[in-house]
């Protein structure tokens, strides 16, 4: 009998465990609709948007002005959105293809160690700073690195018409022909 007891009472301690674990279903269904964002979605939420700061975020740090006209335009949205909308421009690439894009971040370099072709980027931070993702693009004009560019770190805002290209059999995003607020 006691242990049919304690059975039962084990039974409801787990079912009470899964029920408080499920009342934030409403939070849950929020964040699982805002995951099946479409582009148009996207474009229609490009306005300005409140974020809680905690400690020093992305949305605290002073990016320069760039006057440009994007139809995707990452600079007005909360640090969670861009986060999310870069991501989803890197793993759904095509419908974004030809859309101009302006964003805010870091301004970072990589140089391939194999071709050393040097590529550069705009790093974009999640709301906690723990997490990146990085924009590239290809400055239109004439420039040499380093002498016409940023430092690693520094703030930049970009803007440019978001493409696909391959190397090697990879396929990358970038901005092309970009304009920089330095």
Known sequence: MKKAIIAIISFLIVLSLFAGCSGNSQSENKAAQGSKLTINDILASSQAQETTVLGTSPDSLDYPELDYTAEVDL????????????????????????????????????????????????????????????????????????????????????????????????????????????
């Open 75 to 182: 600079t007005v949205l909360n640090s969670n959105m861009v986060y999310s909308t870069v991501y989803n421009m890197v793993n759904s690439s095509e419908d974004y293809l030809d859309k101009t894009v302006k964003a805010s971040g870091t301004f970072d370099v990589y140089t391939d160690p194999n071709t050393g072709q040097m590529y550069y980027a705009c790093l974009i931070a999640d709301a906690a700073a723990c997490c990146s993702q990085g924009l590239e693009f290809s400055w239109k004009g004439d420039h040499k690195y380093p002498q016409d560019y940023l430092q690693v770190g520094d703030p930049i805002t970009v803007g440019g018409v978001f493409e696909t290209y391959e190397e090697d059999g990879v396929r990358y995003c970038r901005l092309k022909d970009a304009q920089l607020a330095l």
